[in-house]
């Protein structure tokens, strides 16, 4: 996150006792800043605020009538001493105004450390979603709720759109295309401070994280292979495709637990599910179905660098070899 200012003389700024600020927050770097949007500071008084050393933050900066709402602080600090708030540069800010304090004036909140903003994107394209793993509905939506709800099932890509729409995926999906910012414009059901999309259009946030892989094989005890069957429906017309649903002694589940806790079980199937769940049997219910493997597309609890399955989904392995 870069902030610039712009058009401001630092050496008159607040001087008069009424002064307005206009900044610049920037979603690129020092030589790229990408989409730039306006924000405009506004004070009537030169007062000193004190902090609270317990939280080190102001909920509320009086006398402040547009623009900055909230400001993380180390000390004391006297709106009225411009170099306090932007030092002596045209495009320098200095503690304890960083990057925070002015992601809110601009109505974009802080992100906790582990996401980052991409923009807005276009969504609903030929009935293809940007983010379709996952999805929830809430009338107070927040950007934190939907980064909460995507990062417990492993996603690496969150978005939210029209207001009240949340959406998780571990990429974004084609034909979807970064678009003008200013089409995300909606603001957020549970925060009006906050922007979720638009219609049709979402912002999009990302914390890095892999997309998590199927293991093609698997080797269990006894160095007996595995080998992937696919991504298989599961609760079909009420009958389950593995009848043993059986939890791993340690680790919790994931393809190798499960496997291993299978073969312990005499069976030559192995399917994980739902992120929690492991299944084993020795042949697969006729009413299961093979489906496209982005439909077991739920993380695992135990390790989200591996899929396990969906709700009635089960990421599948077979025995091939017999055990020595």
């Known amino acids: 996150m870069q902030l610039t200012l712009k058009n401001v003389v630092l050496?008159?700024?607040?001087?008069?006792?009424?002064?307005?600020?206009?900044?610049?927050?920037?979603?690129?770097?020092?030589?790229?800043?990408?989409?730039?949007?306006?924000?405009?500071?506004?004070?009537?008084?030169?007062?000193?605020?004190?902090?609270?050393?317990?939280?080190?933050?102001?909920?509320?900066?009086?006398?402040?009538?547009?623009?900055?709402?909230?400001?993380l602080f180390t000390g004391a600090i006297c709106t009225g001493n411009a170099s306090d708030l932007f030092g002596t540069g045209a495009?320098?800010?200095?503690?304890?105004?960083?990057?925070?304090?002015?992601?809110?004036?601009?109505?974009?909140?802080?992100?906790?450390?582990?996401?980052?903003?991409?923009?807005?994107?276009?969504?609903?394209?030929?009935?293809?979603?940007a983010l379709e793993a996952a999805t929830f509905i809430n009338s107070t939506m927040t950007i934190e709720k939907c980064q909460d709800f995507c990062d417990a099932s492993g996603f690496g890509f969150a978005g939210v759109e029209f207001g009240s729409e949340c959406y998780c995926d571990f990429s974004i999906q084609f034909p979807s295309v970064e678009t003008d910012a200013t089409a995300c414009n909606v603001p957020c059901g549970g925060n009006a401070n906050e922007t979720c999309g638009g219609p049709s259009v979402i912002n999009i946030f990302t914390n890095g994280k892999p997309q998590p892989t199927v293991p093609a094989e698997v080797v269990g005890p006894n160095t007996t292979?595995?080998?992937?069957?696919?991504?298989?429906?599961?609760?079909?017309?009420?009958?389950?495709?593995?009848?043993?649903?059986?939890?791993?002694?340690?680790?919790?589940?994931?393809?190798?637990?499960?496997?291993?806790?299978?073969?312990a079980a005499g069976q030559i199937f192995a399917g994980v599910e739902f992120g929690s769940e492991c299944w084993c049997g020795n042949a697969a219910n006729a009413n299961a179905t093979t489906v496209d493997d982005v439909q077991c597309g739920q993380a695992c609890t135990a390790d989200p660098t591996f899929f396990c399955g969906d709700a009635n989904r089960l990421n599948v392995w077979k025995q091939t070899v017999e055990s020595a």
């Open 11 to 71: 050496g008159a700024l607040f001087a008069t006792g009424a002064a307005a600020v206009d900044l610049q927050y920037c979603h690129g770097g020092a030589t790229d800043p990408g989409v730039c949007e306006g924000i405009t500071l506004t004070t009537p008084d030169t007062t000193c605020y004190d902090v609270d050393a317990t939280i080190g933050t102001i909920d509320t900066v009086v006398g402040l009538t547009a623009g900055l709402q909230y400001a």
């Open 91 to 129: 495009n320098s800010l200095v503690p304890p105004f960083l990057d925070n304090v002015l992601s809110i004036a601009a109505g974009i909140p802080p992100l906790p450390s582990a996401w980052t903003p991409l923009g807005c994107f276009t969504d609903a394209n030929a009935g293809s979603r």
């Open 225 to 263: 292979s595995w080998l992937y069957q696919g991504c298989l429906t599961d609760n079909s017309i009420g009958t389950r495709t593995f009848p043993l649903h059986l939890a791993p002694e340690t680790g919790g589940v994931t393809p190798q637990t499960c496997v291993d806790t299978c073969f």
